[in-house]
């Protein structure tokens, strides 16, 4: 996906149509009708992330809820989840970017990766649910997996489901590791060529995210969107 030497990489926005399913009922749905675009943050809150990379994570989201809150359509489409692992922990259930209040990661156990896996993807399955029993359409979900090392649990199931439901194109499963992260394991587990962040540019990554889902929120249902390359000499990754 990342080996488009022009800058750019298209993806397939896969757009999920909520026609004859019921009107709106008890979330916010009334008020605002918006197709949403999920995105669950699947990070790494163990103890290996102490010091600088917790802080910068940190400080990479408050940057992205920030751009989001900037762009008018996308504060009210794009709907942001957390799951931390260290342990496994819903830190941030859907929200949009108005009501969307960063949690400070704090850093401590080990790297319970597959139950994390599978929580998140229970997780959107859940608001995917929430969404047809509403008559809200949706654009195909992201999950953003960050790590700075290997799971400590048992993986594989979770590559099973990440993998099946890439297949399906039920979400798009990226993985970016940081520093000493497994890169052989997560090559496993997602379809899509893990990227490794340089240095701690989480910031770089962060307002790389944000723009792109502005892009998809911006976008007609089943358009290819260009997103910007991360891997270019410029680039916040490398593959």
């Known amino acids: 996906m990342y080996s488009n030497p022009s800058g750019q990489v298209p993806f397939n926005n896969e757009y999920a149509d909520s026609q004859d399913l019921p009107a709106f009922g008890t979330d916010d749905f009334a008020d605002n009708p918006e197709p949403r675009c999920p995105v669950i943050l699947l990070l790494d809150t163990s103890g290996s992330m102490r010091g600088t990379p917790i802080l910068e994570l940190n400080s990479g989201i408050e940057l992205f809820r920030d751009e989001l809150l900037a762009d008018t359509l996308a504060s009210k489409r794009v709907e942001v989840a957390i799951v931390g692992f260290g342990p496994v922990q819903i830190m941030q259930d859907f929200v949009t970017a108005d009501y969307f209040n960063p949690p400070t990661l704090q850093a401590k156990a080990d790297t319970p990766m597959g139950a994390a896996i599978e929580t998140a993807l229970d997780l959107l399955q859940s608001r995917k649910d929430t969404y047809k029993a509403n008559g809200i359409a949706y654009y195909r979900p992201w999950i953003f997996l960050i790590t700075d090392g290997g799971p400590t649990d048992y993986w594989q199931t ?13 979400f798009a499963f990226f993985c970016i590791g940081v520093e000493n992260a497994r890169i052989d394991i997560l090559a496993q587990i997602s379809t899509r060529t893990p990227l490794q962040l340089k240095e701690l540019r989480f910031r770089d990554l962060f307002q790389w995210l944000s723009s792109s889902l502005k892009s ?23 593959v």
């Open 216 to 238: 998809v929120s911006r976008s007609t249902p089943g358009d290819e969107i260009p997103l910007q390359n991360p891997t270019t000499p410029d680039g916040w990754a490398s």
């Open 158 to 170: 979770a590559a099973h489901r990440v993998q099946e439901g890439e297949g399906k194109k039920s």
